[in-house]
């Protein structure tokens, strides 16, 4: 009856059905079921058509071979996102047309940064714009490709059309102004556009495993003695939330993110002001992009060892902020906001 | 065992049938189980596991060299030869003129001579194979060893050899052509400025590369090798020669246009290896299944009672990748995270159903063929055969461990990369058992070592990917370069190695034509270095990457400390590029060149000698 090896029918058609058997049992049924289980989140959907085809530019351009899309439910994920994510984060993605299949944005590769809150940690579009450019101009390490031909050369510039302000190193010779053309503003609308929304109200999000010891504390880091002894590493928190903009050097970008080096904010003894800016975030000068606020995001003690870290390094010279001064401003604008709400 | 799939909101009967398996697997609870404390990482199976098998690695090859170093200095000390012929020839010299008296006194009292015709008498003498006419004095010393000659396989179709040779030479130009596009996107990781072009982008150009060499090369040579071992295990002609070409033509149209979309921005999702748009994979997978039509017919026209088990493989191959391709394909079920199941059996079985399967098919025909001697044993390669089948088609989800898709899928998928210990095990069994013995001939050949490598990197990169599904082992290597490296031992170091071992085995057969010994030399040590200088630091890198993403630390930290990895991965890779220039050379050099008259004639030869 098993005679595999005389009936070439038999052998072709028990490895092919048990093949077939196992891969509707193993691929498609768990995919049907998923897809008919869960309904799209609200607000998850992409609000509209433009975001829609930023999403397009997005995999045209094989972003996905570097940039997933998914906090795992690990604590090593914490910094992509507040809540593991669920397969109603996904449930909006259909095809993308009749020509080409449901986007894979899940990926499977970290080369760069996970990209689940993207939107949320850099809300600046100045910023996006500059790093789709050259990510060189922005982010002195990057690896990432620059896409120059999703901007164009203008002789003259009208109020809204966004003008990069690229120094000379990355415009190749190029005099004119550089503004983003219609699918660079399609995909910066998206990449803004990404964040991770809220479960609805009675739904529990899913707990991060943890597995790792209480986050390491840098003893030395503070200049002085005493309560700032205690704060975490703030060097490596400026690197991960601030230097983007601000950049290493604490010298910003000219006509886009301003400098911390020497600047009266970070410098002032009083340090009320840029605690402030820190905890709400920015969007009082014209001439720089906003800045994001890290209120909800960052701890007390993780916004005082930014503060200190920046008013000890490139030549700035403050004394240090404690955990417990950031949490005063905090409630302080906490009471504020009260008050201009019950008014 | 049930405390680790805690999330899970299975039926209680899965969860059952799940315990039963792990319970076979045994030890599996640390390896399913959600990870504890980081610091134990000594503890941790899969960790152990991916040591123990870079250690055996490492341990066999500086044993191995152990005993060529103990070789070299035994050399040293014994005597060497020509220093004992100048003692002789001092003594002669050094005779005194009595001496030689004595010894031509003794010579003349021999009676008799031998006139040196007794045996031939007076007839003229021919030296048909030249035993004495290719006798040379002129001792030059060869660069390298001498291997072994290849002779011609007089007994092959010409047609049959035409399409083979069409399909071999297809596949080398996008082999040459996909590495070059890889090379590229390799060395933008080093100059991530070198050009800005839209067409030559990175996120372009990367899966341009991976389908270029998956369904380019290694699907062509795959299929061009396995019409020849299926015409002459079956001892019969191709079914049709017609359809072979007809499929030929239908797969390269399929990567010419595919390539094209892909640099002008028409990508299927961004699913990896899934790129292509439907309307040109649809032509790829017609190419499939008229190819499986030649290939089912040649086995149903055999002229052998027994379907050679290298057929087994070869037509498993065929259907398993058809139906791979509908349901890769098919949007019905392709919503939402739908589409990242699909994604993961999608991509995991195109490696293990489609390259690895039909691979090991050829392996099975040309290891025994290129040793002239059977398989070691038929039952185990039947073994591997459907344990390939039953575990490897329920792993595709462990590209998507701790991710938002069911638990349950995961650990599924975790319980049966361990078992594909199993089929890899009694793969690489069977074929070294098969070589045992042979030392002398794998010394000799230029196309065994390649098997030989290939066959080794099969047991150490399978069981390095089962190692890589375990949970605790996803937190170090998901998502980083490692993985990058992981798919190079396999689809490289296994796969290209074992089809260029069977090239070498049989495109010199078929015209008579062999390669320069040399070339295919160097072809072989580029490729080897080359590969080992990509997936090493890769390796060392991405594991770093992922300790510092353990550490929390700040992400550009990653990309920072990568920079000497990617530099050693561009080199790597510059050599593997130059070895598969070597090999394209080599290809023509067996199947194109117009002969040249020379010791491929010896009978003419050595008459014009006399």
């Known amino acids: 009856m098993f005679d595999f090896h005389k009936n070439h029918r038999l052998l072709v ?289 993780e916004i005082a060892a930014i503060a200190t870290h920046e008013r000890s390094s490139w030549g700035n010279k403050a004394a240090p902020l404690t955990a417990d001064f950031v949490k005063k401003i905090r409630e302080t604008i906490k009471t504020e906001t009260t008050a201009t709400t019950a008014r | 065992m049930t405390n680790s799939m805690k999330n899970s909101t299975t039926p209680v009967k899965r969860v059952a049938l799940l315990t039963a398996i792990a319970g076979l697997i045994g030890q599996a609870s640390p ?146 052509f996909g590495t070059l596009v890889g090379w590229y996107v390799g060395v933008k990781f080093v100059r991530p400025d070198v050009d800005h072009l839209e067409w030559l982008s990175f996120g372009r150009l990367r899966p341009v590369h991976t389908n270029m060499v998956f369904w380019g090369w290694t699907s062509l040579a795959m299929l061009g090798l396995g019409y020849f071992v299926v015409a002459r295990t079956g001892n019969t002609r191709l079914f049709s020669y017609r359809l072979g070409w007809v499929s030929l033509l239908l797969i390269n149209v399929s990567v010419i246009i595919g390539s094209i979309c892909l640099v002008a921005g028409i990508n299927n999702g961004g699913g990896e290896y ?114 390939q089948l039953l575990f490897y088609s329920l792993i595709g989800t462990h590209h998507y461990v701790f991710s938002p898709l069911e638990w349950w899928l995961q650990t599924i998928a975790i319980v049966f990369s361990a078992g594909m210990f199993i089929p890899v095990l009694a793969g690489t069994t069977n074929f070294l058992m098969t070589l045992k013995g042979s030392g002398k001939h794998i010394a000799d050949s230029y196309s065994l070592p390649f098997l030989l490598v290939g066959i080794l990197f099969y047991f150490v990169g399978s069981v390095q990917g089962s190692m890589q599904a375990f949970r605790f082992t996803n937190l170090v290597w998901h998502f980083t370069d490692f993985n990058v490296a992981h798919s190079h031992i396999t689809m490289y170091g296994i796969v290209a190695f074992l089809l260029w071992g069977c090239i070498y085995t049989v495109a010199p057969r078929f015209l008579g034509r062999e390669p320069k010994q040399l070339l295919v030399g160097v072809h072989f040590w580029l490729a080897l270095i080359g590969l080992l200088a990509y997936v090493v630091p890769l390796m060392v890198g991405g594991t770093l990457k992922g300790l510092s993403w353990m550490a929390d630390k700040p992400f550009l930290e990653s990309v920072v400390l990568m920079a000497p990895f990617w530099l050693w991965r561009a080199i790597g890779g510059t050599l593997m590029l130059l070895s598969h220039f070597v090999f394209a050379y080599n290809l023509y050099d067996m199947l194109l060149r117009k002969p040249v008259v020379r010791t491929s004639l010896p009978r003419l030869t050595s008459l014009t000698h006399v």
């Open chain 2, 31 to 176: 390896v399913l189980s959600q990870p504890t404390a980081a610091t134990d990482v000594w503890s941790q199976p899969g960790i152990i596991g991916m040591v123990a098998v870079l250690l055996l690695v490492v341990v066999s090859v500086a044993l191995l060299a152990i005993v060529r170093l103990g070789r070299v200095v035994q050399q040293l000390s014994t005597q060497p030869d020509d220093e004992r012929e100048q003692e002789f020839d001092e003594t002669v010299a050094n005779l005194t003129p009595a001496q030689l008296a004595l010894i031509l006194e003794r010579r003349n009292a021999v009676a008799t001579y031998l006139s040196g015709d007794e045996l031939a008498g007076d007839g003229y003498a021919h030296d048909e194979l030249g035993l004495v006419s290719h006798v040379t004095t002129d001792m030059h010393a060869p660069l390298v060893a001498e291997k072994k000659r290849t002779f011609r396989s007089s007994d092959v179709d010409p047609k049959l050899i035409q399409l083979v040779s069409a399909y071999l030479l297809c596949a080398t130009f996008w082999l040459v």
């Open chain 1, 13 to 301: 058609g028990t490895a092919g059905g048990i093949f077939l058997f196992l891969s509707l049992l193993i691929a498609v049924k768990p995919a049907y079921t998923v897809q008919e289980n869960n309904a799209p989140l609200p607000g998850s959907l992409p609000a509209n058509a433009e975001i829609r085809a930023g999403m397009n530019v997005f995999i045209e351009e094989g972003c996905v071979a570097c940039h997933t899309q998914q906090v795992r439910n690990i604590d090593m994920d914490k910094m992509w996102g507040g809540r593991p994510g669920i397969p109603a984060d996904y449930a909006w993605r259909q095809r993308i047309d009749n020509l080409r299949a449901t986007p894979s944005t899940l990926g499977t590769e970290r080369t760069g940064p996970d990209l689940t809150e993207i939107g949320e940690r850099q809300p600046s579009e100045t910023w996006h714009y500059l790093h789709l450019f050259n990510p060189r101009t922005v982010v002195k390490e990057s690896i990432m490709p620059a896409h120059p031909w999703l901007f164009r050369s203008v002789a003259s510039v009208g109020q809204y059309d966004n003008e990069l302000t690229v120094s000379d190193e990355y415009r190749a010779g190029d005099r004119g102004h550089i503004v983003p053309t219609e699918k660079a503003r399609q995909l910066v609308a998206y990449l803004v556009s990404l964040k991770q929304v809220d479960l609805p109200d009675g739904t529990t999000a899913p707990a991060f495993i943890e597995y790792k010891k209480a986050p390491p504390t840098v003893a030395a880091n503070a200049p002085g003695p005493g309560a700032a002894a205690a704060l975490p590493d703030g060097a490596a928190l400026y690197t991960t939330h601030c230097q983007a903009c601000h950049q290493a050097n604490g010298e910003g970008l000219k006509g886009a993110f301003p400098p911390l080096k020497g600047s009266a904010v970070v410098n002032d003894a009083n340090a009320e002001l840029l605690a402030q800016i820190i905890l709400q975030g920015y969007n009082a000068r014209e001439e720089y992009a906003v800045m994001p606020a890290f209120g909800a995001k960052l701890s007390d003690s």
């Open chain 2, 274 to 387: 899934r790129e292509y748009v439907w309307p040109v994979m649809i032509l790829f997978a017609i190419g499939l299944i008229i190819a499986f039509v030649n290939f089912y017919q040649t086995v149903a026209q055999r002229s052998t009672g027994e379907i050679y088990i290298s057929n087994w493989y070869l037509l498993a191959g065929l259907v398993w990748a058809i139906t791979l391709s509908v349901i890769g394909y098919l949007p019905f079920y392709q919503n939402g995270l739908g589409e990242t199941v699909i994604q993961g059996y999608y991509m995991h079985m195109g490696v293990g159903m489609w390259f690895m399967t039909f691979t090991l098919g050829l392996v099975y025909y040309f290891l025994p063929m290129s040793l002239n001697k059977p398989i070691y044993s038929y039952s185990l390669g039947v073994l591997a055969f459907w344990t």
